[in-house]
Every structure is written in structure tokens, then in C-alpha cells.
């Protein structure tokens, strides 16, 4: 069966550090990866989406990037943090016409 | 620019009883997708609705899809408080396996 892992599950970063959260999915290959946000309360915004290795479309213009260097790892960082950047992110991959959420990664930044 | 809209936002209700929650989106999709989120915890996939017309049923919720007007409900039918959660209805944007997601309804059930 398939699974996704997220880690680090809870962080906290000051403002202008480095972030680096990682996302690995087992027992498939070639999947659609995401990465969404989560604000406080709020509903959760699609921020990339990777359809292959190195390829990376991302939707929401931001301080964060990300990557995807292996077929089923999916990275994502920024060199700056924000306070903006507060949030429950959720890594989410596809086999085709659904799509499984990971559990989730909650960065606050101080 | 794809919205996707629910309603209500917050629903207290009592259990034993039924409700509906509302999922309008802006543009034409095939693709409608149902899911639950306990506090600080993931998403947990419902339903997937891939048809007009389609309609699913698990337990005490079913979700149906109405492309043409662009609308999903989803129906609980006599509640218990185990389904107290906030529900995400999420479209797929140009069938493409973007979703775009609604802001939630936060449901609470209460004795």
C-alpha cells in the first residue's frame, strides 16, 4: 500500500532563518506531489505541484521554493523566513483522481 | 480564476438531526471532492465525485454533484458528535489534480 511521510512535524523558526520540510511517498511511482498551506483557521491554498522529477509549477507567488530531486521526495524551503509564513503545510500526492494529504508539518515563526 | 465556496461556515446542530452543507464553485469541473479535517490533524479524503449526478453515500454522510450548477452538497443525516470536524469541498481545477478548496464548514454537533 501507498503511504506519505512528512517530517518535521512541528517547528519554530525565527524570522530570516533557513526552512527545509521534506516529503517522501512510498508504494507508487511517477505521483503528482503538492505542497498546500493551512493558515490559522483558514482553508488551504495550493502553493506547488510537480508532475515529474524537477519539474516544479508553483502557484502562489512567495519566499518559498521547492524541489523535487527524486521521483517520490518533494522539498520545500526558503533561505528567509517570514511571520507570514506561519502554518500548517501539508504534503498531498495523486495517483489519479484523488488525492492523499500527508500529516501535515506546523511551522510557526517568531 | 477558480472560487469554490461554501456554505454555511459554522453549523451547531443537535444530534439526531440532519443538515446539508452547500459547495458552490465558479467554473465548469467534473471533478469534486469531499474532506474532513479533525483539529490540528490532516485531511482525511470522504468522497470523490467524478460525474454530474454522482451521487455517494458512507454512513451518515452522502455528497452529490450537480455540474451543471456547479454545486455539491453534502447531507449528514442524523448527527453524532463523532462527526464534529470541519469539511473541505475542493474542485478540480481543469482536471488537471489541482484542487482548489472551499474555506470549510466548521461543524459542531452537540447532545
Known amino acids: 500500500s501507498q503511504t506519505i511521510h512528512q517530517w518535521p512535524a512541528t517547528l519554530v523558526q525565527p524570522v530570516g532563518s533557513p526552512l527545509s520540510l521534506e516529503c517522501t511517498v512510498e508504494?507508487?511511482?511517477?505521483?503528482?506531489l503538492y505542497w498546500y498551506r493551512q493558515a490559522a483557521g483558514r482553508g488551504l491554498q495550493l502553493l506547488f505541484y510537480?508532475?515529474?522529477?524537477?519539474?516544479i509549477s508553483s502557484e502562489v507567488p512567495q519566499n518559498l521554493s521547492a524541489s523535487r530531486p527524486q521521483d517520490r521526495q518533494f522539498i520545500l524551503s526558503s533561505k528567509k523566513l517570514l511571520l507570514s509564513d506561519s502554518g500548517f503545510y501539508l504534503c498531498?500526492?495523486?495517483?489519479?483522481?484523488?488525492?492523499?494529504f500527508g500529516e501535515g508539518s506546523w511551522l510557526t515563526v517568531v | 480564476e477558480l472560487k469554490v465556496e461554501q456554505n454555511p461556515l459554522f453549523l451547531s446542530m443537535q444530534e439526531g438531526k440532519n443538515y446539508t452543507i452547500y459547495c458552490n464553485y465558479s467554473?465548469?469541473?467534473?471533478?469534486l471532492y469531499w474532506y474532513r479535517q479533525d483539529p490540528g490533524k490532516s485531511l482525511e479524503s470522504l468522497f470523490v465525485?467524478?460525474?454530474?449526478?454522482a451521487v455517494k453515500q458512507e454512513g451518515r454522510l452522502m455528497a452529490s454533484l450537480d455540474t451543471k450548477a456547479r454545486l455539491s452538497t453534502l447531507h449528514i443525516t442524523a448527527a453524532v458528535h463523532d462527526l464534529s470536524a470541519t469539511y473541505f469541498c475542493?474542485?478540480?481545477?481543469?482536471?488537471?489534480?489541482?484542487?482548489?478548496f472551499g474555506t470549510g464548514t466548521r461543524l459542531q454537533v452537540f447532545p
Open positions: 510537480s508532475v515529474g522529477i524537477g519539474q
Open positions: 465525485l467524478l460525474s454530474n449526478g
Open positions: 498531498a500526492w495523486s495517483p489519479r483522481y484523488t488525492i492523499y
Open positions: 475542493a474542485v478540480d481545477e481543469d482536471n488537471t489534480d489541482k484542487l482548489i
Open positions: 508504494g507508487t511511482s511517477n505521483p503528482n
Open positions: 467554473t465548469t469541473s467534473d471533478r
